[in-house]
């Protein structure tokens, strides 16, 4: 049986919710997340304002989660929020996430915000990127780090799309009406776009079930609650977590693990450390690389017990 604590979200020096004296209200998604926040598509599965409500939600599956993965996913949507992505374009989508590379959504979001100033709307988005003047938008994205790169990998993104599709309108509709598999291979082949960033497009603009993009956060919570072998890499962490959890749970799973990683299971700086009623998952994580007794913390991949050794 799976233990399901009830916390708040937990105050952090940058808090992103609402003001403690609505009482019971549920955070917004912050507006600096991969998803694009409130303003990205999302819908809330349970009509409420952010998700986190008892009992049986429209769209999701109901009964006793079938695997701890899924455990842990519905108790984020608890504390967090549950909801349904999609209906991003495809092409904003994609530079939204190049963007975010190697970064925080909150220093990436600006850079968007500015690209899409100069160079938008969505409609016709690659055309005028592909016709830019690369330092010119190197300048529009440099809050996002990187911005050299970034820009080559976003241009080089466009005159592709353009040259695969024929048009912005184009590359958005395959995003949606292609077949997944084969529209996550076909992003993969374009120079600089990786695995979550294929992913994140399937989600955010395709509206794509089964999809559990890894990120970061992602990528050490799994490991450390014992969800992925302790050295699994990124797509072994992604195989697991989708093949445990529902498809209707991936996309909400995605980004309230990420909050989660952010307020609760940081990488230095864990919750359990300070009990373990300073965390709602505590009871669903095997805390792998966490020695609560001398507080310390390393990379799952770097502890060195065994089960079954001597």
Sequence with gaps: ???LRRFPPRRTTRSFYRDADEAGSMPEEPAENISGGVEGGGRD???SDGGGAEGAVEGIPSGAPATRAEAVVDALGGIYWRKAYGGQDGFECLVRTILSQNTSDVASQPAHDSLMDRYGPASGLAGRLADADREELAETIASAGLYNRKSKVIQDAATWALAEFGSTAA??????????????????SVSGVGPKTADC??????GR?????????VHRIARRMGLAPPDADHEAVREA?????????????HTATIQFGREYCTARAPACLEGPEACPLYD?????????A?????DPADVTDVAGDD
């Design 45 to 47: 599965l349970d009509g």
């Design 209 to 217: 079930g089964g999809v559990f993009p890894v990120d970061t956060h």
């Design 171 to 188: 590359f958005d509709e395959y995003v949606v009406e292609g077949d997944p598999a084969e529209v996550r291979e076909t992003l993969l």
């Design 284 to 292: 669903l994580c095997d805390r792998v690389g966490i020695d609560e």
């Design 241 to 253: 977590i989708e093949a445990d959890v529902p498809p209707e749970k991936c996309g909400f799973g």
């Design 1 to 3: 049986m799976y233990v």
């Design 201 to 206: 497009v399937l989600l955010f603009a395709g």
């Design 294 to 298: 001398d507080g310390t913390v390393v």
